[in-house]
């Protein structure tokens, strides 16, 4: 878990910009007496009447804001600006780990401590493109999805590997939008992947109707996929579902789709697409292996 030292910030304000979620502010961080020592000097002030008496205002043992010069008593906007500190909303914060990582505080007060538990591990790995997820070896979101089918073999001819990828960088996802999406695709046919290819089972209560567990159906994540497979036949009736429940969910969604090509060239998928009104796709990709042997065709 990534918190923020009261103690040692600043509220400077800089690690506010790092955050791809926003889920960092500055918020009240408690009496100004607490923060602040007052001094009276007299000063020049630029553009102001040579020497009037101001009041010096400096940042005590607690940080938060240098310096201020006012001639008489403090401004509101003095007051809350001197008591402020920097505060990281847990139901916001996706444990991307981005502001530690690249180090954005002066006064290291951005620290990281261990998840308190399962669900808040699989947050930070999942959310932090550096990590590794264990089970499936792969960095990122801890999954190949159906990019390398060329060598996995995991989708066969008559079978479309379908990739839902929820959430974004600046939006991230609440695993309770993945699971509507889950169980609205399971339940028109799409067979969710296990937990040796895709980390997002590890959560599943119940893999065939894509239920989530209940203790983590509020985190958020930055984003995560949700993988299975299906036949052609069945395809329609994924999309559909698809679309229906698209509505509902309060994230984005990016939908992969993986089929083989036939030896002319042409792909059924596009023909079931087109048939359901879906925009022919503009981006597509065709992997070459990988340094590993073709999977076998059967
Ligand atoms: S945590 Fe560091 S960077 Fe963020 S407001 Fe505090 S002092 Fe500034
Ligand atoms: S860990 Fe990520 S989401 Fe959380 S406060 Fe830091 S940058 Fe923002």
Not at 125 to 131: A, F, G, L, M, T
Not at 185 to 207: F, R, S
Not at 232 to 239: F, H, I, N, S, Y
């Amino acid at each position: 878990m990534v918190r923020i030292n009261p103690e040692k910030c600043r509220a400077c304000g800089v690690c506010l910009d790092y955050c791809p979620l926003e889920a960092i502010s500055l918020v009240p961080s408690g009496p100004a007496a607490d923060v602040f020592s007052e001094t009276t000097v007299v000063r020049e002030p630029s553009g102001g009447s040579p020497g009037k008496e101001f009041r010096e205002v400096t940042a005590g043992e607690q940080g938060g804001v240098v310096l201020f010069l006012t001639a008489g008593p403090l401004p509101d906007t003095s007051r809350q600006l001197r008591s402020r500190v920097a505060y990281i909303d847990p139901s916001l914060c996706v444990q991307c780990w981005v502001c530690l990582r690249q180090r954005v505080c002066s006064f290291g007060a951005i620290e990281a401590t261990f998840p308190e538990d399962f669900y808040h591990l699989f947050q930070h790995v999942i959310s932090d493109p550096v990590e590794t997820t264990a089970e499936t070896g792969v960095p990122g979101r801890g999954t190949e999805e159906a990019k390398t089918n060329d060598v996995s073999g995991r989708y066969r001819r008559g079978e479309v590997g379908v990739a839902i990828d929820m959430g974004r960088p600046g939006l991230g996802c609440r695993l309770r939008d993945v699971e509507k999406v889950a169980m609205a695709v399971a339940a028109a046919g799409l067979v969710l992947e296990g937990p040796e290819h895709t980390p997002l089972a590890k959560l599943m209560a119940d893999l065939k109707t894509g239920r989530i567990q209940e203790a983590s159906r509020d985190l958020r994540v930055l984003s995560v996929i949700i993988e299975g497979k299906c036949s052609e036949g069945k395809l329609p009736a994924v999309l559909t579902a698809l679309r229906r429940v698209e509505t509902e969910i309060e994230t984005v969604f990016t939908l992969g789709l993986v089929s083989r090509v036939e030896a002319d060239g042409t792909a059924p998928l596009l023909a079931i697409l087109e048939r359901l009104g879906f925009p022919r796709p503009l981006r597509g990709k065709v992997n070459v292996g990988l340094g590993r042997p073709p999977a076998a065709e059967t």
